[in-house]
């Protein structure tokens, strides 16, 4: 028994020295943080000079898709021109010649546009100003004439149609312009066609967020419920409606990549 306590005596005195070279030694510590330590300065942004806010022209580094003059950025989905009417800087909806999509296709992006339904539109819900932008020629961001025009609040003016609300109706009155800005997100998708990420949007009409980073559930069906179509770039698509109202027209719209 003495001889065991010994050992235990032996045991802890050599560990309780050990502890205490341990203790000694003198590690490097970390240097101080300094401001400089979590400040980088490469690579700069590239410089965009913003668009003139009097003249209402595109950033620099924008791709302009329609600025007054002609359609030649557009053409009819079956592969003819584009036929709507360009008229005074904007360009009209013509019902009969069908919607309109942009010749070139996109990923994620940030698109401008604006639009604005005549004075005086006669209609109500759906059929008064009724268009659209469809995002990659498969979701749908609602324009339509909500100013004092109650619908379906899923189908409402900055709604993805019939999934998600706009937070609020930040709607000008008819004659006036309204603007979108439009920050888009693409969807990635697994090899079986299922989405891995779904896309996003954030929708600003008339500097006020309509939607904010809303993911988007699939295509924007008139009837049944969204789909998943596996896709890429697309292009952008403006709805010409079969609604009797006036027609709608736009005008400054450009479109950055992201
Ligand atoms: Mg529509």
Redesign the pocket.
């Known amino acids: 028994m003495k001889r065991q306590i010994a050992l235990a005596v032996m045991a802890f005195t050599a560990w309780s020295a050990s502890a205490q070279a341990q203790e000694k030694k003198d590690y490097p510590q970390p240097e101080a943080m300094r401001p400089a330590m979590s400040e980088y300065w490469t690579p700069q942004p590239k410089v965009v000079t913003p668009g003139d806010i009097k003249t209402n022209t595109a950033p620099s580094d924008a791709i302009v898709l329609f600025e007054g003059k002609d359609l030649s950025a557009w053409m009819n989905p079956n592969g003819g021109d584009a036929e709507w009417v360009v008229k005074n800087g904007m360009m009209t909806v013509d019902k009969s010649k069908g919607d309109i999509v942009t010749r070139q296709k996109f990923g994620s992006f940030q698109l401008h546009l604006e639009w604005c339904v005549p004075r005086g539109i006669t209609g109500e819900s759906q059929a008064r100003g009724?268009?659209?932008v469809f995002l990659q020629d498969m979701y749908?961001v609602?324009?339509?004439d909500c100013f004092g025009n109650e619908t379906y609040v899923n189908g409402m003016t900055g709604s993805i149609?019939k999934q998600t609300p706009p937070l609020v109706n930040a709607m000008r009155q008819p004659g006036e312009w309204n603007v979108y800005d439009i920050i888009y997100t693409a969807p990635i998708f697994k090899e079986d066609g299922t989405y891995l990420y779904r896309p996003y949007v954030t929708v600003i009409q008339n500097g006020i967020v309509l939607q904010n980073h809303t993911e988007i559930q699939g295509t924007t069906e008139y009837i049944g419920f969204p789909r998943t179509v596996k896709h890429g770039d697309g292009p952008i698509r403006l709805?010409s409606?079969g609604d009797p109202s006036q027609p709608i027209s736009f005008r400054n719209i450009w479109i950055r990549p992201l």
């Open positions: 009724n268009s659209g749908e609602q324009i339509l149609y709805q409606h």
